[in-house]
């Protein structure tokens, strides 16, 4: 007999690219997933994916099994949400953001969550933009809020808020009467800044490539209460979105510095697979598009 869960199976196949990668995400052993394949091609009489010892793709008969499968499953989620409603919407939504949604409006989201679908778990990952995106491209997360965009082919990017940023750090730095910080006058001072390859790092490291200047120091980290915390303690001066220091800046602790930089803009951005065909995550990404929408 055909089930939901089998067509389900056929898509996490076809989305993950193996039998044992769809297995881990559907938390099964790799035989169950076998068997269960089997029943349906049995039950079809036809093949649903050509085997190779390192690559699983789709037969003709796949192609069109997979169009239905997405098809039927979609109904289901529409007539159990029309008939149940948001209140007995079960389940697990995965979430990625990044550490600057984390730290803003991350909590507004997962509060309306909450309130609209009680018996819906959460599982959140923090992480980075480009870990976000490949690990929604490999079926490990339902929606990602990262910075973009990323333009893959495989995604639907929806923009959300953007976040202006700002060069801080304490009062004790000395400054010439211009009133702007000179980096290539001042190699010992840290300029600490997010993860490795993100826009601030890249920012920095352009500037100081333009400016010819080769030996200053630019520590990355993917903590920002890490960053903070060090910038707070003088440990150097710090490039981060104004979002998450504002309070820093009003109180007196932090200040801004003028470096003659061009400072970036940081997009966020909601991004779901194409193919996901959830009403849920696209609710989702309508209430973190309303959360969002104050943050600068």
Not at 38 to 49: K, Q, R, W
Not at 123 to 139: C, F, M, Q
Not at 228 to 255: C, H, I
Not at 275 to 295: C, L, M, P, T
Request: charged share 20%; hydrophobic share 45%.
């Amino acid at each position: 007999m055909m089930d939901f869960k089998s067509l389900e199976t056929v898509l996490w196949i076809e989305r993950l690219g193996s039998f044992r990668a769809a297995a881990d995400a559907l938390r099964m052993t790799q035989p169950a997933v076998s068997v269960r394949i089997s029943h349906l091609e049995a039950l079809l009489g036809a093949s649903i994916f050509h085997r190779a010892p390192k690559s699983v793709t789709l037969t003709p008969v796949g192609m069109t099994v997979v169009q239905y499968a997405r098809q039927i499953l979609d109904l289901r989620d529409e007539m159990i949400q029309t008939v149940k409603g948001h209140q007995d919407a079960t389940g697990i939504l995965r979430i990625g953001a990044i550490e600057t949604i984390s730290q803003t409006w991350i909590s507004d989201l997962l509060i309306e969550i909450r309130r609209k679908y009680p018996n819906l778990t959460v599982d959140l990952e923090i992480s980075v933009s480009d870990e976000i995106s490949r690990k929604i491209t490999k079926g490990m997360l339902d929606v990602g809020f990262f910075l973009g965009p990323v333009n893959s082919p495989r995604l639907i990017e929806s923009e959300l808020c953007s976040y202006e940023t700002a060069m801080v750090g304490r009062e004790h730095f000395a400054l010439p009467s211009n009133g702007k910080l000179d980096l290539g006058q001042a190699p010992s001072i840290s300029i600490m800044t997010l993860s490795r390859n993100t826009i601030p790092h890249s920012a920095i490291r352009n500037f100081l490539a333009r400016e010819g200047i080769v030996h200053h120091r630019v520590d990355t980290m993917s903590s920002l209460p890490s960053i903070l915390a060090l910038t707070l303690g003088g440990e150097g001066l710090a490039l981060l979105p104004y979002a998450v220091m504002r309070d820093y800046l009003a109180n007196g602790k932090l200040r801004v510095f003028e470096t003659g930089m061009k400072l970036p803009l940081l997009r966020c951005v909601a991004g779901r697979l194409i193919s996901h065909g959830s009403a849920i995550v696209e609710d989702v990404i309508s209430i973190a598009e309303r959360v969002s929408a104050n943050v600068t």
